[in-house]
């Protein structure tokens, strides 16, 4: 580990840059940000990203390694933030919600348009603050 220590400290302008495109350019792969064809083109970018980390990397290995721990990294975020998302729903037994209904332009200014159907509570300006001496929140 001493070893992929010291190559992180010497890494150059080159290999930084070229991990910050394979970082973004995955992320974008993995995403809902850009269509087919765009996550396939992100994709290409990660995969020559990588390579050409791995080529300006001496030793070639730690290049592997560092690539290997960021895919890992990306892995648990994106498993933590499923399991925050459906984790609720399994310990309250309710269905998870659809997110990935999309709607077109033209539903949405639909939706706009229209008046809302009652009118909303209004909230109070401010919470009631508890007096000095009895337990609350102090707001």
């Given amino acids: 580990m001493s070893d992929l220590q010291h190559s992180l400290r010497h890494m150059g302008w080159t290999q930084l840059v070229l991990a910050l495109i394979f970082l973004c350019s995955y992320g974008l792969a993995l995403g809902s940000l850009l269509g087919p064809l765009g996550r396939w083109r992100a994709a290409g970018v ?3 990203a990588a390579l050409a980390f791995g080529f300006f990397t001496d030793p070639w290995e730690h290049a592997v390694m560092l690539v290997a721990f960021a895919l890992i990294g990306f892995g648990l975020f994106i498993a933590v933030a499923w399991l925050l998302t459906h984790g609720p729903a399994w310990v309250t037994h309710q269905p998870v919600p659809d997110t990935t209904q ?3 332009m033209t539903e949405l200014a639909e939706v706009a348009e229209e008046p809302p159907s ?20 102090g707001l």
Avoid: Y
Avoid at 118 to 137: D, H, N, T
């Fill in 46 to 48: 990660a995969a020559v």
């Fill in 102 to 104: 999309s709607f077109s």
């Fill in 118 to 137: 009652a009118p909303r509570e209004e909230l109070p300006a401010r919470l009631p603050v508890a007096a000095p001496g009895q337990p609350g929140l």
